[in-house]
């Protein structure tokens, strides 16, 4: 194998992992929560604690792999991935899982950067695109199949998805450490470390939203943070509702992820090509609120996967048009996916 297939493939193997683990801990998180004797409120605080902690860390990571090489802060975010699943699993104290997500958080927020850096640092104009692109499916795939396996495992043992997810971090790493060569020469790092300070996400992020494309970015947060919040209570809703168990909630996660699968990957480009974006981002909000009302309606499993879909479908639809925008705007590719998507 060409080592720079090679590499891709190593890559490509780690996101898949860390995309697992995320996917797998979506249908087993409420009943966990639940295990402890808290809710809503506490589920809640324990998703926000891993997605604050990974949104003011990201550049930091990003930055520093520029200074000190790619290869040992990828390292970090997979060892970091791993430990804190570790420590999820081996949790008996509801303290100790904020504990965990967070260092979740800081931590495996190296990871998906950083692998997208290294993808941009080995490959051509020409293939860097298709890289891009592989890097994303392996994002897809975990998050696929991680709410499935997580639902099958988590009916034996709730922490059992957890040591696999570990279990899997661990030889990912061993991957990158024997077989992944550094992208980035000494010169490079000694030059990069010489630069000055680079503006701050903060003020990255302020500019965008006070750009012209402010209110699209306006736009997706709402449509991210209805996303979050069906994320957060879904399982509880689900066992309180219907008694659903963590085999029910991981079927009904994995189908809505294919189906936005499906939908990113063959019929958004299509639809926006004969409509046009202004069109297809008012028919997918309007969608997505749609699926959120007839949830509501829901009365079997069927019904339930039904609902879910239209909401996810319609979300899917719109978001690929948000980063393309971002994209031709800012130029900001590495970003693409990581926030803003």
Known sequence: MKPERRNLFILFFTLIVIMLGLGIIIPILPFYIDRFGAGGKEMGFLMSSFAITQFLFAPFWGQLSERVGRKPILMIGILGNGIAMLMFGLSTELWMLYASRALAGVLSAATLPTAMAYVGDTTSAEDRGGGMGLMGA???????LGPGLGGWLGADSLSLPFFLAAGLSFLALLFVLGFLPESLSPEVRLENAGKGKRPSQFRLLRDAIFSPIGILLGLAFLLSFGLTNFEAVFGLWALDRFGFGTREVGIILTVIGLSAAVVQGGLTGPATKRWGEPLVIKASFLGAAAG???????????????????????????????????????????????GFG
Request: aromatic share 12%; net charge positive.
């Open 138 to 144: 392996a994002m897809g795939i975990g998050m696929v």
């Open 292 to 338: 959120f009302v007839l949830l509501l309606l829901t009365n079997s499993l069927i019904t339930v996967i039904l609902a879910s879909s239209v909401f996810v479908i319609f979300k899917s639809a719109v978001a690929p048009g948000h980063c393309l925008t971002y994209l031709e705007t800012f130029d900001y590719r590495p970003r693409c996916g990581y």
